[in-house]
């Protein structure tokens, strides 16, 4: 089984123009593990790689549905390992690069679920009580029973919230002892596994304003406009997206524009934050300091080159 590279890690850490490099250097193709990439429009406030800036390497799961379309995690390996499979059939290297922890394990790893442990009328229920209260206060309550999940789930993210809540109520169990006992089971690909980050985090935070800041110079507030106004924006998956629903008070007239900026920028630090808690849980992936005196490429072609 010939193995595929993997670059994961917060956002605005660097995957996009490291994987570019890497692709060059190593013959490969690139496969986004982003699950707000996959939508049609949602470009600047998802970080998408713009036609230049790939470069000329083909880039693959971006622009799959329109974000009206609600898009799961099994689409999303059903449709990605077609395209790993016809990139090693080809005789190139897949490089998976994003920040989605979910859609990585979930590609790398056959899943065993439990689909009997479920209960609609229990998470129907689970929904409405956050409609009512919000989010944070359904998350506050997975907080007591299942800490980790509850740290890695954001307030909006209502429909993971009420699953783990779910599976608890019904097995007893939370989901992350069922993920870390139960859920990976067989290795569907073998991977070289990289994961960047920094200890500097005012580093990183500073590199997540600069680069809201940059989206905002090059038309964010009016893609943000457009999506937002779109029919299918509160009901769709594409809504839980950072970088749009935080300008919804500036365009309803009830907030600034730069108090929406500094939300954004706020949401997008502590998303990274999460993502960081994410990865360090995978005890198979290779960090890759970005501070270090070497670059992450020479780091990583070092790596592979002595494999």
Known sequence: MKKILVIAGPTAIGKTSLSIALAQILDGEIVSADSMQIYKMLDIGTAKPTVDERCGIPHHMLDVCDPSV??????????????????????????????TGLYIDH???????????????????LTQKALDLGGSALKSELAEVDPES??????????????ALEFYYVTGKTITEHNKNNAFKTMRFSSNFFVLYSDDRELLYNRIN?????????????????????DW?????????????????????????????????????????????????KQEA?????NSKKTPLEQIISIIRKA
């Open 70 to 99: 609600r898009y799961s995690v099994a689409d999303y390996v059903y449709e990605a390992s077609a395209v790993i499979r016809d990139i090693i059939s080809r005789g190139k290297l897949p490089i998976v690069v994003g920040g």
């Open 107 to 125: 590609l790398l790893y056959d899943t065993s679920f439990e689909e009997g442990n479920s209960d609609a009328e229990l998470r129907s229920k």
């Open 150 to 163: 509850a740290e890695r789930l954001h307030d909006n993210d209502i429909k993971r919230i009420a699953r």
């Open 210 to 230: 600069e680069r809201v800041d940059i989206m905002m110079q090059n038309g964010l507030l009016e893609e943000a406009e457009r999506v937002c106004k779109s």
């Open 233 to 281: 924006f509160s009901d769709s998956t594409a809504a839980q997206a950072i970088g749009y629903k935080e300008f919804l008070p500036y365009f309803n007239n009830e907030a600034s524009l730069d108090s929406c900026i500094g939300i954004l920028k706020q949401h997008s630090r502590n998303y990274a934050k999460r993502q960081l808690t994410w990865f360090r849980a």
């Open 286 to 290: 290779c960090f890759i300091d970005i």
